[in-house]
């Protein structure tokens, strides 16, 4: 297992020092000078182009300047905003709990949802019931987000009024930041408002949360139908009916756990997508998370802020499949004993 | 009273082709405490009929019977769920494939211990802890020496045999009544066949278990069991004591199943034809009507387009028009 995780960490520094090399390039192809693409800062002192060129080592050859660049980016040195004149990383930092909040909350419904929906569009024997799922499922999955998410916007925010469509919480609150996640900060927060503060930040992430799952809720449901569906045939199934087991330990104890497998697995091939849907979530739910903190980069011409979140996004996207790819190994006895056998 | 008794079960399955009659009319009676041998070619129905005892039909079947008695209760009367109080607890099944019976996604260990009794005495917090000390003392029982190391690993890191042993213990360890053993040395090496069916022989004898032990192999059978019934394509072709059945066969079929197993005296000539009846058991959609041995019986008349009810003399019985040794046929379907 040892020599398995130390294969994955490698596999995660060869992507991203790959990724970073991709950066790098592209960076030089910026329309603008290589030291304001660099460092964003709008109008340097002559210490401030000095200090930029030594680092970024400008005037050596390509091969330095891409090893200088590494070093600064990896040391955590994304250079200042070019709108703002902050350094990026802070507005990063800031940004990033917001999207994990998201994404949590999202996934956490897709899953709580979408396993026991499987479960049940597997069991069902009535027709009825089996076909009214796929159909949803069908539908949810075909929806373009940004098409629902508007329309949600509209029913609920606008004609009915009943939740809001943008922001985290209320601008009257006023809540430290903590933890960077709001539900949180708002319980950790000392005010008297604090729970009507709570109940206002869960109001605001109800339509964002519901438009970022319904994809991956959908793509939960389908995996976990056919698996269950694959499963229940199998002769340990019969073996277990077989031993006198009620049909609710079989489908918890021994089909469950071997559906999940391949629903961890696709949820793992299912990031990329999830992370760019989020994206455009955050955009349409003005939510300040990474994504339309990008996208307003990429508006803006803010080259530091477009590496900086190019860079945070894609190494947070190959960190979580690889960590998915090892979970999924360490649930999937099966697996280990092919790792073992490679070895 | 006999423990089981199974009268005229026919099994239908739903094929794209229309309707199949996999199993007609056959019977079975086994008594308390006995060693009974299903002997059959494969495809003869065997796992359909051990199935349809135990209650796990397949989703296109139709079964009928005359008569179904599980120890005085009818079977075919009882709901799905009463059905499945008694599997596990009355009656129990081991597979012919033991590694893909057990869970590959949680060790042996787990799964042995959720097979085991819970002992209601206890209060709740000891009953985990006494439910793998039972285990534990059934994997003994089956001849597991390294208990710890058994129960700590998955189906796939152990061998069949060993598999089959778990299996074995986990069926056994309820108390049941009945043990349908289908199969359960197939793809085995011979010590560890014989280690399997000494093992069910002493759970026969100890624990006075009535096993039905399916198998294809009629020599196998015949040093294990006290009664034999031969089936062929679904039909039950003769019944009765083994000594019996062996030294004086009724039945046309039974007299070749003893023909033609290979005697290793060495009398047979190099690459001579090993002796079979002619032709070959007939697929699920070509079946003959009347008796299913018809086209390939060497006794075969006319009248064997009818299918022959189940004789009975003393305590044998046969389905046969002309048996040998002219035996007069009580007709048993009517009692």
């Known amino acids: ?343 | 009273m006999p423990l089981l008794d199974i009268r005229n079960l026919t099994i239908e399955l739903d094929t794209p082709r229309g309707r199949v009659k996999a199993l007609e009319r056959v019977c079975l009676t086994i008594n308390p405490g006995e060693l009974h041998g299903l002997v059959g070619e494969s495809g003869s129905g065997r796992s359909l009929l051990a199935r349809a005892i135990l209650g796990v039909p397949g989703h296109n079947w139709t079964v009928t019977a005359d008569r179904m008695m599980w120890d005085g209760q009818n079977l075919m009367e009882m709901s799905s769920k009463q059905r499945r109080n008694l599997m596990g607890s009355e009656i129990a099944m081991i597979f012919q494939d033991p590694t893909s019976s057990l869970d590959p996604a949680i060790s042996v260990g787990s799964q042995i211990i959720e097979a085991m009794p819970t002992n209601k005495s206890l209060p709740f917090w000891k009953r985990g802890k006494f439910k793998k000390k039972t285990a534990e003392k059934w994997l003994h029982k089956v001849g597991i020496k390294n208990t710890e190391k058994v129960m700590e690993s998955y189906a796939w890191e152990l061998s069949e045999g060993e598999c089959q042993k778990v299996m074995i213990a986990m069926a056994v360890a309820n108390q049941p009544r009945l043990l349908i053993a289908d199969e359960p040395t197939d793809s085995m090496e011979l010590s560890t066949q014989a280690q399997i069916f000494r093992l069910l022989s002493k759970l026969n004898q100890l624990q006075n278990v009535s096993i039905l032990l399916i198998s294809h192999e009629l020599d196998t059978l015949a040093g294990w069991c006290d009664q034999l019934t031969v089936l062929y394509c679904g039909q039950v072709m003769e019944s009765g004591p083994t000594a019996e059945l062996l030294k004086r066969p009724f039945h046309p079929y039974t007299e070749a199943l003893i023909d033609n197993a290979p005697d290793y005296s060495g009398e047979l000539a190099h690459k001579s034809m090993m002796q079979t009846l002619p032709g070959s058991a007939p697929a699920l959609q070509h079946l003959p009507i009347g008796c299913r041995l018809g086209p390939r019986c060497p006794q075969a008349q006319k009248k064997c387009v009818s299918q022959p009810s189940l004789c009975h003399k003393k305590d044998r019985y046969f389905a046969c028009h002309f048996p040998y040794h002219n035996e007069s046929c009580n007709d048993d379907t009517s009692t």
């Open chain 1, 1 to 343: 297992m040892g020599r398995y995780l130390l294969r994955r960490l490698n596999l995660f520094l060869a992507t991203s020092l790959v990724l970073i090399g991709v950066l790098f390039i592209a960076t030089s192809h910026f329309p603008v000078e290589q030291q304001y693409a660099l460092t964003g800062i709008a109008s340097p002192t002559a210490e401030q182009l000095a200090l930029g060129r030594s680092e970024y080592k400008l005037d050596s050859n390509q091969f330095r300047q891409f090893l200088a660049y590494t070093e600064q980016r990896v040391s955590g040195n994304l250079g200042v905003s070019i709108t703002s004149q902050k350094p990026v990383i802070d507005e990063l930092i800031q940004v990033l709990p917001a999207s994990f909040e998201l994404a949590i909350v999202a996934g956490i419904l897709a899953m709580c949802l979408g396993v026991p929906l499987g479960i049940l569009a597997s069991l069902s024997k009535n027709k009825i019931t089996q076909h009214t799922i796929m159909a949803i499922t069908l539908t949810g999955y075909s929806i373009p987000v940004f098409w629902l998410g508007l329309t949600l916007s509209l029913w609920f925010g606008v004609e009915l009024g009943w939740l809001p469509i943008s922001g985290r919480i209320n601008l009257l609150y006023e809540i430290e930041p903590v933890t960077g996640f709001m539900l949180i900060d708002t319980l950790l927060s000392q005010s008297i408002y604090r729970i009507s503060a709570f109940l206002d930040a869960m109001q605001h992430i109800v339509l964002p949360a519901i438009t970022l799952a319904v994809l991956p809720f959908t793509v939960v449901v389908r995996i976990t139908r056919s698996a269950m569906l694959h499963i229940m045939n199998e002769p340990y199934i019969r073996a277990a009916e077989a031993r006198g087991l009620h049909t609710g330990t079989i489908v918890l104890r021994h089909a469950l756990p071997n559906a999940f497998i391949p629903v961890l697995k696709n949820m793992g091939l299912m990031l990329g997508t999830f992370a760019s849907y989020a994206m455009i979530v955050e955009v349409i739910f003005s939510w300040p998370g990474v994504g339309s903190w990008l996208v307003s980069g990429i508006y803006q011409r803010d080259y530091t802020v477009i590496q900086g979140g190019v860079l945070s996004v894609a190494l947070i996207i190959i960190f979580f499949s690889i960590f998915i790819e090892v979970l999924h190994n360490a649930f999937n006895p099966i697996s280990r004993k092919e790792i073992y056998a490679a070895n």
